[in-house]
């Protein structure tokens, strides 16, 4: 039960039922639409679905969808080393480290992704002279952008532990680096999992920002495809197919950090509870950077 | 600097598009994603699963996969014939939607159950409770990371240069067409983008130092 309603009464039983009855009608109604759209157009003729049944096609989908997950792999390893990195780098006790460490995480933040691609494959290819092939300009792109978020990710997570940790950690004679990696990152990528890996998600939707840089991914083959006249063109089953590869891949990795979030929530070691210490602080909420990015 | 100087109108017509399309796509996503929360915290099952389904896929789509479909796939339904720069409007509007249906259910829901259960007791109707009691204290919450969501789209609008070129992520094609240096001509586009987003995330931080409700 959400905030807004009172268990309903009677009439209210009513009203709802009404609503309900309407509302499956409208959509029911907007679902027809598109079906017989989709059927006038001539997408559900067995012609423009062919082309699933030839064995290259099923080859150079398989290759697009490896060249997606290489993309994803190498861009989510780097980028959280670039994170890990600059978020230490942040979190630094010398200005001169966490100034610049604060510029670089905020300008690749602020810069869209894609002109950041560009910028690496147009710009340094006729630009500069240097040659990065289209796998490398989308990996580093993802690294720079996603590598940012992390950082303010892995930031805000050691943020939130309790202060106690840390004091607990200099009073026992710890070193500042020595805190750092053996009480407060653990605990932090603990509390953080959830968020780090839908933060993968974005990254792997990221990946299909590759197509508009030739780079042969999945959406790059669903337009060669799309666009073959002896299949029929058949770009709408394509995509559809298409869709439903990203949206399972991406569901499968949303899914496994609900699953951690359900996890972590159970248990009490790794909910960062800064109230048990100092009562007069405000809860520091992890900051929502799940929206920040793409997605 | 050159690049800059010499193509003044190009960039000035190409940053303009940005904002018209932003401008456009953050009030749909912001009707849009009303609608939608609306759907998810309403007593009426079938509304809710319609909202938390489209949500979830939506939310699991790249937006390059949804500009796809507008700009290749949706001529081919011969619906309405529309412009590009309709339909691009449309791909930002149907993905930014979701995250701001998120995020107007979130806040929606850290208001304490009581709040309305007091306000309900004291006789307030539906629309009283709504108004004076649950948005003001909703309202608190959503709003920066509606601003986190806008500044997004905002960034988001570049990927429609993909697909056309009226955009200020389409102005490299032209430079090179005209034999200017690419490199510096991004990096100009990407310093309007600085100047377009720097503002935003100020006054995002700011909303979120200032309105934060200690609960």
């Known amino acids: 039960m959400t905030v807004l309603y009172d268990v309903p009464g009677p009439r209210a039983r009513a009203r709802n039922r009404l609503l309900g009855v309407l509302g499956t009608v409208a959509l029911l109604a907007i679902f027809a639409f598109v079906i017989y759209r989709l059927a006038a157009a001539g997408q559900f003729s067995p012609r423009v679905w062919e082309w699933i049944q030839y064995k290259a096609i099923q080859l150079l989908l398989l290759d697009a969808l490896w060249n997606t997950l290489r993309a994803f792999a190498v861009a989510a390893v780097l980028s959280l080393i670039f994170g890990a990195v600059f978020a230490a780098g942040r979190l630094s006790d010398h200005a001169w480290l966490s100034r610049p460490a604060t510029a670089i995480v905020e300008f690749f933040r602020a810069i869209p992704l894609l002109i950041l691609i560009f910028i690496l494959f147009f710009g340094l290819t006729q630009g500069a002279g240097i040659q990065i092939t289209a796998f490398w300009a989308v990996v580093l792109g993802l690294m720079l952008y996603n590598g940012s978020v992390l950082a303010e990710i892995f930031r805000a997570g050691v943020a939130s532990l309790p202060r106690g940790q840390s004091e607990a950690a200099y009073g026992l004679g710890m070193r500042k680096s020595q805190v750092m990696t053996y009480v407060l990152l653990p605990q932090a990528v603990r509390a953080m999992l959830p968020t780090i890996i839908s933060q993968l998600v974005v990254v792997l939707k990221d990946t299909a920002l590759g197509f508009l840089i030739l780079y042969p991914e999945l959406l790059y083959q669903a337009r060669y495809l799309g666009g073959q006249g002896q299949l029929g063109s058949p770009i709408l089953p394509v995509a559809i197919v298409i869709a439903a590869i990203y949206i399972s891949m991406c569901l499968l990795l949303s899914w496994l950090a609900n699953v951690l979030e359900r996890r972590s929530r159970r248990s009490v070691k790794a909910r960062p509870d800064p109230g048990a210490f100092d009562p007069e602080a405000p809860a520091p909420e992890p900051e929502p950077v799940g929206t920040s990015a793409t997605g | ?215």
């Open chain 2, 1 to 215: 600097m050159n690049v800059l100087l010499d193509n003044l109108g190009l960039y000035g017509s190409a940053f303009l598009g940005t904002i018209e399309l932003f401008v456009v796509a953050a009030i749909g996503s912001l009707v849009g994603g009303l609608l939608l929360a609306a759907m998810r915290v309403s007593p009426v099952p079938v509304l809710r699963a319609f909202g938390t389904g489209y949500v979830n896929i939506v939310r699991n789509t790249p937006l390059t996969l949804v500009f796809f479909f507008f700009a290749f796939a949706y001529p081919r339904l011969a619906i309405v014939d529309l412009s590009f720069f309709t339909r691009a409007c449309m791909a930002l509007i149907v993905y930014t939607s979701a995250f701001v249906c998120e995020v107007i259910r979130s806040g929606v829901n850290t208001v304490p159950v009581g709040q309305a259960e007091a306000s309900r007791a004291l006789g307030f109707s539906f629309g009283q409770t709504l108004s004076a009691v649950v948005m003001p204290q909703a309202l608190r919450s959503v709003v920066p990371p509606l601003t986190n969501v806008q500044i997004a789209l905002l960034k988001n609008t570049t990927i429609a240069a993909g697909f056309s070129v009226f955009e200020a992520g389409g102005i490299y094609q032209r430079l090179s067409e005209q034999g200017y240096n690419v490199l510096i001509g991004l990096l100009w586009v990407a310093v309007g983008f600085l100047i377009l987003v720097v503002p935003l995330t100020l006054l995002q931080r700011r909303l979120e130092r200032s309105w934060s409700v200690a609960r």
